[in-house]
């Protein structure tokens, strides 16, 4: 069964990092790209950045570059989303999705990963 | 930018429901490829994909859905509205960076 895996929810304090990560089976991990997409509460996606795991040929959403690091490991067939340091306004649902090329629509989500950033 | 339209439908089951996407730049790519997708988001779950480069519908998707449209202006299309089909909807253009989703639009169920 293809599906992408994400790790648990997170509740972290302004000024802490943190990686989330995004476990891909049932396919040839390193053939599709993975995107990361923010859902802050109430509110419609955000796309953060994509990645390629094949090569790690990685690319941002200029609201989001310089504050997360897009990664994989495509030995363990993960890729990663990671803050050096959070804040209060990172409060969100954070998702995988793969898409076969570059600019594919994305056909398989992971389940979300809650984050919750609070003194 | 992408803008959809209404913020919400309130449809009679078997009734039809229409959705309108509107771009801000052509989703249309050099490639000859128009890259709209559409996605529904059920309550407490992660988006699906339902359509993808403006018409074609995902794998397992009923033909109940349809896309069409062309340039900057798309349309999602339901013939007949089943409960299930609550959530909501988004449009996503993917022919440039950043790639953007449209506001979303809330279906319910009368």
């Known amino acids: 069964e293809v599906q992408l895996v994400q790790s648990g929810a997170e509740v972290k304090k302004p000024g802490e990092s943190l990686k989330i990560s995004c476990k891909g089976s049932g396919y040839r991990f390193t053939t599709y790209w993975i995107a990361w997409v923010r859902q802050m509460p109430g509110k419609g996606p955000e796309w953060m950045g994509i990645i390629y795991p094949g090569d790690s040929d990685t690319r941002y959403n200029p609201s989001f570059q310089g504050h997360v690091t897009i990664s994989a490991d495509k030995s363990l067939s993960t890729a990663y989303l990671q803050w050096g340091s959070l804040e209060a306004s990172d409060t969100a649902l954070y998702y995988c999705a793969r898409s076969r090329r570059f600019r594919d629509a994305f056909d398989m989500w992971g389940q979300g990963t809650v984050v919750t950033v609070s003194s | ?110």
Not at chain 2, 9 to 18: D, E, F, H, K, R
Not at chain 2, 38 to 55: R, T
Not at chain 2, 81 to 95: F, I
């Open chain 2, 1 to 110: 930018v992408m803008t959809q339209t209404p913020l919400s439908l309130s449809v009679t089951p078997g009734q039809p429901a229409s959705i309108s996407c509107k771009s801000s730049q052509s989703l249309l790519h050099s490639n000859g490829r128009t890259y709209l997708s559409w996605y529904l988001q059920k309550p407490g779950q992660s988006p699906q994909l339902l359509i993808f480069d403006v018409s074609s519908r995902f794998s397992g998707v009923p033909d109940r859905f349809s896309g069409s449209g062309s340039g900057t202006d798309f349309t999602l299309k339901i013939s007949r509205v089943e409960a299930e089909d609550v959530g909501v909807y988004y449009c996503m253009q993917s022919v440039d960076l950043p790639l953007t989703f449209g506001g979303g639009t809330k279906v319910e169920i009368k």
